[in-house]
T-cell receptor
Framework: GQNIDQPTEMTATEGAIVQINCTYQ??????LFWYQQHAGEAPTFLSY????GLEEKGRFSSFLSRSKGYSYLLLKELQMKDSASYLC????????????FGAGTQVVVTP | DAGVTQSPTHLIKTRGQQVTLRCSPK?????VSWYQQALGQGPQFIFQ???????QRGNFPDRFSGHQFPNYSSELNVNALLLGDSALYLC????????????FGPGTRLTVT
């Protein structure tokens, strides 16, 4: 199976930047996903990385290093509505439809 | 364009009972995956249905079973409920099994007493 590790909680101030790290151990890596989940709601897709490098999408960016088994999600210009759980998930070549999720990082944005 | 829908929203059952949860995929999607999310944890993959067949399965006992209908909607059945089955059950849909983006429904909150 895969081990996916991410910090449990992070706190940051409105307008600041926060970086959420995710490390994974897997064979047959076939993509890493980031989802945002507000309390009591469904996870919503944020980003997808399958090649090394940085993917930027507005205030959110995601980075991947396959050789290091490492990814991060960068949230810039934090807003109060960004307070949520951020889930890192990995897909492997032997199970296309299955996403293996980490436990999630709870981000708390303070005024 | 309707997204993924699930019913019911909340459900309370007694230990030993059976439960059926329902999911309708996003328009244009043909694959449905089910996940179990315990409080404070990430979703855990239960199984995936494509072309009305179970294609992949996670580490869940046979008490968990499912079905996909010709219109791509799906059901998750859990027999002999245990207290530990209390969780949020999420349905995710995608186009073809290997689509990189899965869209999640709002979930069904199951409480077993």
């Amino acid at each position: 199976g895969q081990n996916i590790d991410q910090p449990t909680e992070m706190t940051a101030t409105e307008g600041a930047i926060v970086q959420i790290n995710c490390t994974y151990q897997t064979s047959g890596f076939n993509g890493l996903f980031w989802y945002q989940q507000h309390a009591g709601e469904a996870p919503t897709f944020l980003s997808y990385n399958v090649l090394d490098g940085l993917e930027e999408k507005g205030r959110f960016s995601s980075f991947l290093s396959r050789s290091k088994g490492y990814s991060y999600l960068l949230l810039k210009e934090l807003q109060m509505k960004d307070s949520a759980s951020y889930l890192c998930a990995v897909r492997t070549t032997d199970s296309w439809g299955k996403l293996q999720f980490g436990a999630g990082t709870q981000v708390v944005v303070t005024p | 364009d309707a997204g993924v829908t699930q019913s019911p929203t909340h459900l309370i059952k007694t230990r030993g009972q059976q439960v059926t949860l329902r999911c309708s995929p996003k328009s244009g999607h043909d694959t449905v995956s089910w996940y179990q999310q315990a409080l404070g944890q990430g979703p855990q993959f239960i199984f995936q249905y494509y072309e009305e067949e179970e294609r992949q399965r996670g580490n869940f006992p046979d008490r968990f079973s499912g079905h996909q209908f010709p219109n791509y909607s799906s059901e998750l059945n859990v027999n002999a409920l245990l207290l530990g089955d209390s969780a949020l059950y999420l349905c995710a849909s995608s186009f073809r099994q290997g689509a990189y983006e899965q869209y999640f429904g709002p979930g069904t909150r199951l409480t077993v007493t």
